[in-house]
């Protein structure tokens, strides 16, 4: 059983910044592209960023500039570095892991941006 167990999420005033973690329980971390979405009350869920297994990124637009995806396939594990919060960044962030067919998605964490 595929365990994908996100953590880093809270409350932080506007302009502040998170750091959120995703520990996937893959065999081969590596192989796998992954992804951050988010779900904001009322919305679809969307594409925040994502990190292929080689290494390259993408963004949505609405964080271009002030959110970082990383990897560190030694801990099986993903980040986002996420700076300049905005009220608007409020959502439940969801981490998935896919390749080819088959992915993962893990619970998520709720992340507040309020003053």
């Known amino acids: 059983q595929v365990q994908v167990v996100e953590s880093g999420g809270g409350l932080v005033q506007p302009g502040g910044s998170l750091r959120l973690s995703c520990a996937a329980s893959?065999?081969?971390?590596?192989?796998?592209?992954m992804d951050w979405y988010r779900q904001a009350p009322g919305k679809e869920r969307e594409l925040v960023a994502g990190?292929?297994?080689?290494?390259?990124?993408n963004y949505a637009d609405s964080v271009k500039g002030r959110f970082t995806i990383s990897r560190d396939n030694a801990k099986n594990t993903v980040y986002l570095q996420m700076n300049s919060l905005k009220p608007e960044d409020t959502a439940v962030y969801y981490c998935?892991?896919?390749?080819?067919?088959?992915?993962?998605w893990g619970q998520g964490t709720q992340v507040t941006v309020s003053s």
């Open positions: 998935y892991a896919h390749r080819s067919w088959t992915g993962y």
């Open positions: 893959l065999s081969i971390f590596s192989i796998y592209a």
């Open positions: 990190i292929t297994s080689g290494g390259s990124t």
